[in-house]
């Protein structure tokens, strides 16, 4: 123990008795509502650390609370991001279902429409990765009996035409390669010219007489005069002519996305695409159907 020195013991004592003394005085003194005066030193010593206790008890508990808040508020604000990423994939899944049904209702229509023409639906599954050339591969070969040459459109006009036959693929020749060549017309005059590929979007159209009258948006359809497509099919619009040395020089829009394709029909036949009408559907009900043309292979798979 501590031990006090001995001329400091009488004043230690005092101050003991002292202290004894004034505790004594503090049991025995009341003050308003009988309270002793010793209970209220008590309290007024107390109370200080008390509120401090509460004061740091309210603020631990309260950042504990908090914590425990944000963090659950990070998981579910984890959760909902999840939940949208997920609900967006869902719906550019169902907006793909949506287009390629309407791609292939569009297929189906325009194949009812003429149903004496032979022709092949084909998916579009490959494009040569060479920047100069514009081709792409279909899922159509040899054993569905395509060969070269056969024209590919689709319901809004001309593709191409099929350059190279493989087993169960086949190359295709769109319009806009530099190697490409379409007989033409301007669909108003029936003024015919050749459209060639300029390997980019556009096409032009040659062998157009300068004296020739167009304007911009006039339609351009096959002419027949390649042997590979009938006539009337939609090849593009003008987007611009001027005069040329010794004929006009034509630009024109394609009819069709060529770098949008997903499914193309093959035309297995040159005939006419002529739609059939419903006059003609009632006078052909009863009569006999030899000189309808075999379907091989015409229907949309």
Known sequence: MLEVPFRHRPLLLL???????????????????????????????????QRAGTWVGSTLHSSWKDYVDLHHVRVENQQL????????????QLESQAHEQE???????????????????????????????????????QRDGLTRDMGVITPEGVVGKILEV????????????????????????????????????QLRMDYVPNDEKMSNGDAVVTSGDDQIFPKDLPIGTVTGAGGGNPFKTILIQPAVRLDRLEEVLVLLSRDEL????????SETAGAPTSNAPAPAGGAPQ
């Open 15 to 49: 101050t003991v008795v002292l202290l004894i003394q004034i505790l004594l005085l503090a049991f025995q003194i009341r003050r308003g509502e009988n309270a002793r005066l010793i209970r209220i030193w008590a309290v007024e010593i107390v109370t200080p650390w």
């Open 81 to 92: 991001r999840n939940q949208i990423t997920q609900l967006a994939i869902r719906n550019q």
């Open 103 to 141: 791609r292939l209702e569009r297929l189906l229509n325009f194949r009812e429409a003429y149903p004496s023409v032979n022709m092949l639906a084909a998916e579009v599954i490959g494009a040569n990765a060479d920047a100069s050339s514009r081709t792409l591969y279909i899922n159509r070969g």
């Open 166 to 201: 493989f087993s169960g693929t086949a190359q295709v020749l769109l319009i806009n390669d530099k190697e490409s060549g379409v007989g033409a017309m301007l669909a108003s005059s029936r003024t015919h010219g050749v459209v060639k590929g300029l390997g980019q979007m």
């Open 274 to 281: 002529a739609p059939q009408t419903q006059g003609r559907d």
